[in-house]
């Protein structure tokens, strides 16, 4: 069974702001160029462990990225190189963590599917299939008990509606009424199982979503404007106390599952036809089209390449992290006084 076709943005997409747009691009192929790399360095030997990309999905990350303040909260999955770099995190801790340097994010403990920044409150990338959605409507309550304006931003796969936390978590978000935005890339293919043939709706997130009195709203993925409109929509009204919104963003994975795996399972004209929605090159196209010179399009290419490089070349610099911390982060130190 092949995935079901693109969606056709059901939005009436209003263009963004032309530094908005330049900022998408340049979000976009940052993070392309880095997962680039990322793969150069795994098949070096260099990246250790494994690792997911999210190459063909950039257009969801630096929609929402773009569309969060620094006060909102992020969660991702395993697939989390881009949401992390969409906050801001600078790209050689990431490159250093997934080559488990001591300069690494965490200090090289967590390699690529645990990068975490609270600094930037990117609050973790989860293993675990649909595990963390439960855990992100904690931060939202924690920011609706405290009466912040903060929201939380949760990623996760199409292949994670199918896991029980999905629904309990829609539900608690719905009957708590949370400041949540609960967003599924919906790329088709859960591992090496096409999402269709192990799902009773069309729509493995959103339609499911009415269930819980959200809306089912569905995106094209590939598209960055459409993302950025719909993540501003569902941000701002759960900024503004309007409760979880739950969006499902079509989209494909370039490459296969993770670093070993070359996705070969997947139909070729399938493939074809996502490739040809490659969600920068059909970006960059709109940005012409829209009057932005080439020579800025180059430029913002060859910052790019030039950030990754340095990245590349900080992350190898580092030595490998020193025993010692092997015990450090790992308990709060507090004990258990705070259940009292
Ligand atoms: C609870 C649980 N079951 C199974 C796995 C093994 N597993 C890792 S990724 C994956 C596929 C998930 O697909 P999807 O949610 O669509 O996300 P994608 O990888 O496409 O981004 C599976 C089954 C896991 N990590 N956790």
Redesign the pocket.
């Known amino acids: 069974m092949t995935a079901t076709a693109p969606v056709t943005a059901p939005l009436q997409v209003v263009p963004p702001a032309q530094d908005v747009r330049l900022r998408l691009y340049r979000m976009m192929v940052e993070m392309r160029d880095f997962e680039k790399r990322a793969y150069d360095l795994f098949l070096q030997g260099l990246v250790k462990g494994t690792s997911?990309l999210g190459i063909g999905q950039e257009a969801v990350a630096a929609g929402f990225g773009m569309a969060m303040r620094p006060e909102d909260f992020t969660f991702a999955?395993?697939?989390g190189h881009n949401h992390t770099l969409a906050r801001g995190v600078a790209m050689a801790p990431v490159m250093a963590e997934l080559m488990g340097r001591q300069a690494g994010l965490m200090a090289g403990k967590g390699g690529s599917m645990h990068l975490t920044s609270v600094a930037h409150r990117m609050m973790g990338s989860y293993?675990?299939?649909?595990?963390h959605l439960t855990v992100a409507n904690g931060a939202a309550w924690s920011s609706k008990l405290r009466g912040t304006s903060e929201v939380t931003v949760c990623f996760?796969?199409?292949?994670?509606s199918n896991?029980g936390a999905f629904h309990e978590a829609l539900n608690l978000a719905a009957v708590w009424h949370l400041p949540m935005v609960f967003v599924c890339?919906n790329?088709h293919?859960?591992?090496y199982t096409p999402?269709a043939s192990v799902t009773a709706v069309a729509h493995p997130a959103a339609d499911r979503a009415p269930a819980y009195g959200l809306t089912p709203v569905t995106v094209d993925g590939n598209d960055a404007d459409a993302t950025y409109e719909a993540a501003t929509a569902a941000v701002e009204h759960a900024r503004a106390g309007g409760g979880p919104s739950l969006i499902e963003a079509e989209t494909y994975?370039h490459g296969g599952?993770s670093r070993a795996d070359p996705g070969t399972y997947r139909p070729n004209d399938e493939v074809q036809e996502w490739l040809a929605r490659d969600p920068i090159p059909l970006y960059r196209g709109r940005l012409i089209a829209a009057g932005v010179s080439e020579a800025v399009l180059v430029g913002i290419e060859q910052t790019s390449i030039a950030t990754v490089d340095a990245a590349t070349e900080e992350a190898k610099a580092s030595p490998p992290p020193d025993l010692s911390i092997i015990e450090s982060d790992v308990f709060t130190g507090e004990g258990s006084s705070w259940r009292r």
């Open positions: 997911h999955t395993y697939r293993a675990i299939v649909g595990a996760f796969g199409d292949g994670a896991i890339e790329n293919w859960m591992e999402i994975r599952h």
